[in-house]
């Protein structure tokens, strides 16, 4: 059984146990007529102002705009943080909406000659997306018409998904939060609208634009009049100056082997034959500019592979049917670099770097090997890379170790981001950018063995729509750091540490230092709660390794800043210790800055809050209340300061352990962050 299928399953069972709180609350998400706004370029990172993220996160060249920030005669929708809705899944929560005939205009704050634009396109009323046109000119004259497609977007109904909007309840016997029941077990049956729960809204797609084009010259978006689709929205424009193709003339050139860059012909084999080449003579792999058809597996073992770049060098591949499943349940195989499976031993001194892998993913098999880089590598560095519409950006079974993951940018993916399964040791996944996950962004899944010694640092994340930012499942002596995580969608948080999905326990240490979140603390939507921005979750496990939470800056919390939960069901099992925050600024909260739900402890020291919406520490413990108090105690080490219209949020009579559970608070919207 998949994890997603465990955790829906347990989701469901807590949802008809767990005393539930708080129905989700937002701000407002009333579209608006938008102006046209002035020239000068407004630039952002996860639609914050730079200067508060500074250090943080990924850096990989390009500048972020947010359309609801540039000059547009469309219409503005959100901001908004309900489930399901256009603007909830917008990085910022909020996007223009263009009818044919209108544009948005970005002023360029730099030199550019290539762009990224984040988008939705309806959906095609049977499913399947359709395509449309969008027009770039720059100073007013046209130099392109882009091909937007929403044929990887829209999902529907419940884990794993349909295409189909007119579906029935894929598990009419699971408990649902829109009629709070089992729709199968309920007389009369519910009636329950359709499409359910619309999800995945959004793509991207980049453009070259032919020259380079200076700071302060504008980029127009602009919807032809004559297009089908009834709406274009656009959420941000990224733009950067590429660099100039990478050529290596002393390398084993796909092109000798047959390689086709047209992307007419199938150049798998070509692929293969350059790799043997170059192992026998000890040369690296080169392939040159070009669109290059892939559509299987590419197995890499002591070899080095490089395109001329990413924007240039394409591996592009459709999703084939097999014949007959494969031994590990595979019904498709796609275009994918794959080290040898660990239990063959692995894949060691692989190193991939400057190309594009665009796969064909368009629904959610978990069974399924269709990710753009697979199987184990060990004493290897993946970079540079440009990973799309695959199911994966990189998934990688342990035991194995030593992998530097550098500089890649991971967009649209069906499930997770980066997954480090099990045995995964010693590696780096450092200055990614990972947008638009259907999962976790970056996880560590220690399910059968511990991932140990691993580091992610400086990567951003932003909207996944279902699951967390960033993800640890049990393991030792991990870090997570410097990253800015921005608007996880639903059930899931900024960062999760869970005892979840069969994994390992936590042992060691887990350190989670220097990050930065925004807009998380989502809404949990089986349990029908909300989530804090870290959200610590013990369902199979105690959580008692020593985890330290150091200098993180948690802004604009939908919900909570900080949750420790127990399952309803093995609450009175499983406790949350030794968890210690210091140097923390919490910015903004709907709700509570620290949600207990669970037996254990914690310790404080220097957590500075401010734009508090309840009250500051919200402790139900394992919900026994008992005369002694909760069974979560928080002790105070001192310079906890701040709060909110409920007075310091770290008030003296809330502590060690008093009861203050409240399962519905009121929520607050909170302002917007500003500098501290």
Known sequence: MSRSTLAALTAATAGLSLALSGAITARAATPTAATTGPATPVVTRAELDPALVAGRGADLGFVEQEAEKAATDGTVIGPGRDAYTLAAEASGRSAVQLTPGQYVEFTLPRDANAITVRYSLPDAPAGG??????????????????????????????????????????????????????????????????????????????????????????????VPRSADAVTTTVDLMDSQLVAAPKIDLLAANVLAFGADPTGRRDSADAVDAAIAFARRTHLKVYIPPGTYQVNRHILVDDVTIEGAGSWYTVIKGHQVTLATPSPDGSVHTGVGFYGKDASAGGSHNVHLSGFAVEGDVRERIDTDQVNAIGGAFSDSSIDGLYLHHTKVGIWLDGPMHNLSITNNQIADQIADGVNFHSGVTDSVVRNNFVRNTGDDGIALWSETA??????????????????????????????????????????????????????????????????????????????????????????????????????????????????????????????????????????????????????????????????VGAVGVNNCGSFHFTPAGSEFSLTDLGGNTGGGTTGPWFAPWELPNTITCA????????????PW
């Open 663 to 674: 399962d519905r608070p009121t929520v607050v919207a909170p302002p917007a962050p500003s």
């Open 129 to 222: 997306g359709l395509t449309a046109p969008l027009d770039v000119s720059v100073d007013g004259h046209h130099r392109a018409t882009m091909a937007l497609t929403s044929q990887y977007a829209w999902l529907y109904n419940e884990y794993p998904f349909t295409n189909d909007p007119n579906a029935d309840l894929l598990h009419p016997d699971w408990w649902i939060t829109e009629c709070s029941c089992v729709p199968d077990q309920t007389t009369p049956a519910p009636v329950v609208a359709k499409p359910f729960r619309p999800n995945h809204f959004y793509d991207e797609q980049r453009l070259l634009l032919g020259r380079t084009y200076r700071a302060g010259e504008t980029v127009r978006l602009a």
């Open 450 to 611: 511990e991932d140990a010694d691993d580091t992610i640092d400086h990567n951003t994340v932003q909207t996944p729509v279902l699951a967390n930012g960033l993800a640890v499942y049990g393991g030792t002596d991990n870090t997570l750091s410097d990253n800015l995580v921005a608007d996880p969608i639903r059930e899931g948080s900024a960062i999760q540490v869970g005892s979840r999905f069969g994994a390992q326990a936590f042992t060691g240490h887990l350190w989670i230092t220097d990050n930065t979140t925004v807009r998380a603390g989502t809404y949990e939507l089986n349990w029908n709660i909300g989530l804090g921005a870290i959200w610590f979750y013990a369902l199979e496990r105690n959580i008692d390794a020593d985890v330290e939470v150091v200098g993180d800056n948690f802004l604009d919390n939908t919900y909570n800043a900080i949750m420790l939960v127990a399952d309803w069901p093995v609450k009175d099992l499983y406790s949350i210790t030794d968890v210690h925050f210091r140097d923390i600024k919490v910015d903004g909260t709907g709700t509570d800055v620290v949600s207990a739900r669970a037996a254990g402890n914690a310790t404080f020291r220097h957590v500075v809050a401010r734009n």
